[in-house]
């Protein structure tokens, strides 16, 4: 079964930094690109960031968040550093099949900024 | 950034009826658009992509159209499980941007 798990998410004070990670099984992670997507509390859905042969961010989280994987454990992290209150989520994990759209997807981590 | 909007936020439609959902987009995307349905606590999951090809599983009562800035998503009859939260999203340029979201929800 093709599945992605998140994991990592929690409540963290502004200013601070939290790593997420989401496992993936059932496919040939290091063949497809991937993206982070977040959804605030009752909002839409944010692309924030993909990794292929290159690696991109929204402008958002530039300079504060990296994306990066490890194939051998056919995992996707996100490291976000600097957080604001403004980067409280669910954030998704996405498999892209190819187009830039996504085809497979996490069930999310909450992410919760707040002193 | 392409910005993409949806219309209307709302549509209020009774099972059976026919559904007609509008993206646009603030420049052209070809056909370099998805449609993704969500419900809640859930994430969201491919509908279309291409402006108008199913993906795996989906059922024919879903059909997507358009090119260009303007795009359309149909479900022909609505079924019970379809009352969810529909999202455009254009993956023609970096970044890759989202529609706010239109809510289909019974009539």
């Known amino acids: 079964e093709v599945q992605l798990l998140e994991s990592g998410g929690g409540l963290v004070q502004p200013g601070g930094s939290l790593r997420l990670s989401c496992a993936a099984s059932?496919?040939?992670?290091?063949?497809?690109?991937m993206s982070w997507v977040r959804q605030a509390p009752g909002k839409g859905l944010e692309w924030v960031s993909a990794i292929g042969a290159s690696t991109y961010y929204a402008d958002s989280v530039k300079g504060r968040f990296t994306i990066s994987r490890d194939n051998s454990k056919n995992t996707l992290y996100l490291q976000m550093n600097s957080l604001r209150d403004e980067d409280t989520a669910v954030y998704f994990c996405?498999?892209?099949?190819?187009?830039?759209?996504?085809?497979?997807w996490g069930q999310g981590t909450m992410v919760t900024v707040s002193s | 950034e392409i910005v993409m909007t949806q219309s209307p936020a709302t549509l209020s439609v009774s099972p059976g009826e026919r559904a007609t959902l509008s993206c646009r987009a603030s420049q052209s995307v070809s056909t370099n658009l998805a449609w993704y349905q969500q419900k809640p606590g859930q994430a969201p999951r491919l509908l279309i992509y291409?402006?108008?090809t199913r993906a795996t599983g989906i059922p024919a009562r879903f059909s997507g159209s358009g090119s260009g800035t303007d795009f359309t998503l149909t479900i022909s009859s609505l079924q019970s499980e379809d009352f969810a939260v529909y999202y455009c999203q254009q993956y023609n340029n970096w970044p890759l941007t989202f529609g706010g979201g239109t809510k289909v929800e019974i009539k």
């Open positions: 996405a498999k892209d099949f190819g187009y830039h759209a996504f085809d497979i």
């Open positions: 291409g402006a108008s």
């Open positions: 059932g496919f040939t992670f290091s063949s497809y690109a």
